[in-house]
C-alpha cells in the first residue's frame, strides 16, 4: 500500500521537485537521458548509483548549476527549467557540494551569514549590520546547530575537513529552505561526525524534504524513506530501501562492481 | 554561470577576516592616529612643492588605485580602466566647466559640472563593467585594458569634445566662500578629505553585507549562486562603486593640473595604476595609497638619483620596474604583506595586528 508508485500517483502538481524527461548532453556524452523523478513535499529520497552514474548532474540541473539539455523541472508545481541558480534557491531550493564550496577568506560567522542574507531582502545594503540584526542572530543559531560556535570567528581556510562539511550542511540549511539537495554530505568524515550528520539530517522540520546522494548505506538507508537508483545517467530503479538494498539486479550492480 | 572560476585571478585571502566584526579596526591603532595627525599638520610641516607635488598626488593616485583595489582585492576582478574612468570623469569636468577652450566648455558653475562629471563617469564605468564581468580573469583585465586603449585614442582623434591631442587647458577650479580651493593649503585639505572619504568607504563596505557578499562571489562565485546572490549583478554593482571613486579622484586630478589631455589617459598610465595598487597591495584600502606614495617618489626623485650616479634619468621606469618585479616575486600582496610579517618576526604583534596604517 505504501509503495512508491502509489505515492506517485497521489501527488500531481503538489509534488515538491517533478522532474520530467530530463536530458543532459555534455558534448555527446550523455551524462543523463531521460530522467524522470517525482518527489512530495517532506520527503526524504536518496539517490544511489557508482561513480558517473549522474547524481551529481542531477543535482546541477536541478539548481540550475548546468541547465538541462532537454526536459522539465517543476519546483513546488512551477516550472524552473530556465531559472538562474539564484532564483531557485530563493525559492526554498538548497543544495551542498561534494567538494566543499565554501569561502576560504572568510570567517565561519561571515559564511553563515551570507548564506542568511543571500535569501533575504538586503543583499546589496552598505549598511553593516547593527548589534540587534536579525540574519546576524539566524546565523548564530545556525552556527551553533552544527556545532561550529566555538570557531565561528575563525577563517574557513583554517577549518579542518570535517568542520568543513558541516559548515557546508549550515550554507544550505539558511533561511527556510523548502527542499535541500545533500551531495554526499559524509565524505570523509569520522565514525562520530557521521553520527552527528545523522543526528542533524533526521532533526530536520518533517516539512523539510531532501534528496541525498550518498555512498554509505549506513548512513543513507537510516535518513531515507524512498530509494532512486541511477545507473550510465538513467533512473534505474526506483523503491523503498529495504525493496532496493534486496533487490538481486541493485546488488550485483551496486555492491558487484564500481562501487568505490 | 561559467565553471572556468578556477582560473580566475586569485588573492591571497587577506587577514582582515580575523578582526572583530562589526568594529571599526582603525580606532585602537596608535600608528594610524600618529599618521591621521601627520597628515593633518602636513601644511605645517611640508613646503608647497612636498604638499601639492608628493602627497596630494599620492592621494590622488592612491584614490583611483583603491577603485582597483576594491575590485580586485574583494571582488577578484582586475580592471584596467579604472584610470580611464578617472580620466573621463576629468574630461566631463572641462567640458561642462570653465576652461580657455570656450568653444567646447559648456560654462557651467562648477558645482553643476561636477555631479554630472560624477554622474557621467559612474554610468560609463558601470557600463564597462557590465561589459567586463561576462569574462573572468585574463579576459577581464583584456576587456578594461581594451576600453582604457580605446578612450585613449577617441581622446586622439576626437576634436569635438575632447579637443584632441591638445586636450582641454586652463580648467577653472572653484572660489567660493572667499576661498581659492586650489590654492595649495586648501586643496591639499580637499584632495584629503575626499581621499578619507573614499578610505573609509570602503574600508566601512568591506564588513557590510554588499561588500561581504562581493568577497564571497571572489572565492566562489558558483556558491554564492547557490545562495541566491545574482553573481553578475553584485559584480556590476562592485564596478559601478569603484567607478563613482575613481570619478572622485577624477575631478580632482583635473583641479590638481588645470588641465586634461590624452596622455594623462594613456595605456602606460592604466599599467601604473595596476603597479600602484599590487606594489601597495590589494588585500587592504590602504595599500594602494602606500603603493602611491612609493610610486610617486620614484617617479618624482629618481630622475635625481639616477643622474647622480652617472645614468640616464629618464631610465627611473626602470627602478619602478625593478621594484614592482620584487615585490610580486617576494610579496603577493604588495608592501603591506612585506611589512606584516616583518612585525610578525619582530614578535611585536598580537595576531590581528594591521600595523602601519595610514589614513586618507
Known amino acids: ?260 | 554561470m561559467s565553471l572556468a572560476h578556477d582560473a580566475r585571478v586569485t588573492v591571497r585571502p587577506a587577514t582582515m577576516a580575523q578582526r572583530p566584526a562589526r568594529a571599526w579596526p582603525e580606532v585602537n591603532n596608535p600608528a594610524a592616529w600618529i599618521v591621521a595627525v601627520i597628515l593633518l599638520i602636513m601644511p605645517l610641516i611640508a613646503n608647497s612643492f612636498f604638499l601639492i607635488e608628493i602627497f596630494a598626488t599620492t592621494l590622488i593616485l592612491g584614490t583611483i588605485a583603491l577603485s582597483l583595489m576594491f575590485l580586485a582585492g574583494y571582488g577578484g576582478m582586475v580592471s584596467l580602466m579604472q584610470l580611464t574612468i578617472a580620466g573621463f570623469s576629468a574630461y566631463m569636468v572641462a567640458v561642462f566647466g570653465v576652461s580657455a577652450n570656450t568653444n567646447i566648455s559648456l560654462g557651467w558653475p562648477w558645482w553643476l559640472a561636477v555631479p554630472m562629471a560624477l554622474t557621467l563617469a559612474t554610468a560609463f564605468g558601470t557600463l564597462g563593467g557590465a561589459l567586463a564581468v561576462r569574462t573572468e580573469g585574463i579576459y577581464t583585465i583584456m576587456i578594461t585594458l581594451a576600453i582604457g586603449a580605446a578612450f585613449y585614442y577617441f581622446t586622439n582623434q576626437n576634436w569635438a569634445i575632447f579637443n584632441g591631442h591638445t586636450g582641454i587647458n586652463t580648467v577653472a577650479t572653484p572660489h567660493f566662500w572667499g576661498v581659492n580651493w586650489r590654492a595649495d593649503i586648501p586643496f591639499y585639505y580637499v584632495v584629503l578629505a575626499v581621499a578619507a572619504f573614499c578610505y573609509f568607504a570602503v574600508e566601512y563596505l568591506s564588513r557590510a553585507p554588499f561588500g561581504l557578499a562581493l568577497q564571497g562571489v571572489r572565492d566562489n562565485p558558483r556558491r554564492m549562486a547557490a545562495l541566491g546572490f545574482n553573481v553578475n549583478a553584485h559584480r556590476v554593482a562592485a564596478y559601478a562603486f569603484a567607478s563613482f571613486v575613481a570619478a572622485l579622484a577624477g575631478v580632482l586630478q583635473v583641479w590638481n593640473y588645470r588641465q586634461i589631455s590624452p596622455g594623462s589617459v594613456s595605456v602606460g598610465a592604466c599599467i601604473d595604476i595596476l603597479i600602484i595598487a599590487v606594489v601597495g597591495g590589494i588585500t587592504r584600502p590602504i595599500g594602494p595609497f602606500i603603493g602611491a606614495l612609493i610610486f610617486v617618489l620614484l617617479r618624482t626623485f629618481a630622475l635625481d638619483f639616477l643622474v647622480r650616479l652617472g645614468l640616464d634619468g629618464n631610465r627611473f621606469r626602470l627602478l619602478i620596474g625593478l621594484g614592482f618585479l620584487a615585490i610580486v616575486f617576494w610579496s603577493s600582496d604588495g608592501v603591506i604583506g612585506l611589512w606584516q610579517r616583518w612585525r610578525q618576526r619582530q614578535g611585536l604583534n598580537a595576531p590581528s595586528s594591521r600595523g602601519g596604517r595610514r589614513h586618507g
Not at chain 1, 565524505?187 to 543526528?199: F, M
Open chain 1, 1 to 260: 500500500m505504501d509503495s512508491v508508485a502509489h505515492r506517485l500517483s497521489a501527488v500531481g502538481a503538489a509534488a515538491a521537485l517533478e522532474l520530467r524527461g530530463v536530458t543532459r548532453m555534455f558534448g555527446a556524452l550523455a551524462a543523463l537521458t531521460d530522467v524522470t523523478i517525482t518527489v512530495r513535499p517532506g520527503e526524504r529520497r536518496a539517490v544511489l548509483g557508482s561513480n558517473g552514474a549522474g547524481k551529481t548532474t542531477l543535482f546541477n540541473c536541478i539548481t540550475g548549476d548546468f541547465p538541462p539539455s532537454s526536459g522539465t523541472i517543476r519546483f513546488f508545481g512551477e516550472d524552473v527549467t530556465h531559472f538562474p541558480p539564484y532564483e531557485r534557491i530563493r525559492r526554498g531550493l538548497r543544495r551542498t557540494y561534494q567538494i566543499s564550496a565554501l569561502f576560504p577568506g572568510l570567517t565561519v560567522q561571515d559564511n553563515v551569514y551570507l548564506a542568511c542574507r543571500g535569501v533575504s531582502r538586503g543583499r546589496f545594503s552598505f549598511l553593516r549590520p547593527g548589534q540587534n540584526d536579525a540574519l546576524m542572530h539566524a546565523a548564530d543559531n545556525l552556527v551553533q546547530a552544527v556545532h561550529l560556535a566555538a570557531v565561528k570567528d575563525q577563517r574557513v581556510a583554517e577549518l579542518a575537513h570535517g568542520q568543513q562539511r558541516q559548515l557546508e550542511i549550515a550554507l544550505a540549511l539558511a533561511g527556510a529552505p523548502r527542499f535541500v539537495l545533500f551531495d554526499e554530505p559524509a565524505a570523509g568524515l569520522s565514525p562520530t561526525e557521521r553520527a552527528e550528520l545523522i543526528e542533524i539530517l533526521t532533526s530536520l522540520p518533517a516539512h523539510i524534504g531532501y534528496i541525498i546522494i550518498e555512498h554509505d548505506m549506513d548512513v543513507a538507508l537510516r535518513v531515507v524513506e524512498s530509494v532512486t537508483m541511477m545507473h550510465n545517467g538513467r533512473v534505474f530503479k526506483e523503491g523503498l530501501p529495504q525493496e532496493i538494498q534486496s533487490d538481486p539486479e541493485v546488488q550485483e550492480l551496486y555492491l558487484g562492481g564500481g562501487h568505490e
